[in-house]
């Protein structure tokens, strides 16, 4: 890894439905470190649902929401940051993640992606004649971004608690050691 990364936080990348929340939420509680939804954070600041953001402001306001994350996670500490699924196909917010987080890219194949989503409502992206297709050309599109995660972590077989102990592992082995006391 490059000296110049501070790993002091977890960062979880994927798509949608691929595991992220609750990987990120059981991480946070056997760490003890704070958990952060990218997406959350947006409505509560904005003051609106991601699917309003879609429809009233289209998705380009809501990618620059995302920057503007980017930007206030480069302040934290202890925290499992649950990512947006398009938030880290912008290289610029993917290279601000790997300079405090390890990153991890949660996958699965598109058709468990499918049936962990469709019965979701609060997917603007899925709402089209075709979700299963645009699942595919999403994922094609964010694969190469994805896959510059310092760990790969499929999540079609395993359980939450099966991918959050494989991530355990790996970020104990790289985090930065905590300022010494003086």
């Not at 991480?27 to 879609?54: C, M, N, P, S, Y």
């Not at 947006?84 to 290279?95: K, M, R, V």
Request: with cysteine.
């Amino acid at each position: 890894m490059a000296s110049e990364r501070n790993i002091r936080n977890i960062a979880l990348i994927g798509f949608m439905g691929s595991g992220k929340t609750s990987v990120g939420k059981l991480l946070a509680e056997w760490l003890k470190f704070d958990f952060f939804d990218t997406d959350e954070f947006i409505e509560a600041r904005v003051g609106k649902t991601i699917t309003r953001i879609f429809a009233e402001d289209g998705e380009p306001v809501f990618r620059q929401y995302e920057r503007e994350v980017c930007e206030y996670l480069k302040g934290l500490s202890n925290t499992v940051v649950s990512t947006g699924g398009g938030l880290p196909a912008n290289q610029a917010n993917l290279d601000s993640l790997k300079t405090h987080a390890f990153v991890e890219y949660l996958w699965a194949t598109p058709e468990k992606l499918w049936e962990r989503v469709r019965h979701q409502t609060h997917r603007p992206l899925l709402q089209c004649p075709d979700p299963q297709s645009r699942i595919r050309e999403l994922l094609s599109i964010r694969e190469p971004y994805y896959r510059q995660a310092d760990l790969l972590v499929n999540t079609d077989t395993r359980s939450v608690a099966e991918v959050a102990q494989l991530i355990l592992r790996e970020f104990r082995s790289v985090r930065a050691p905590a300022p010494r006391q003086q």
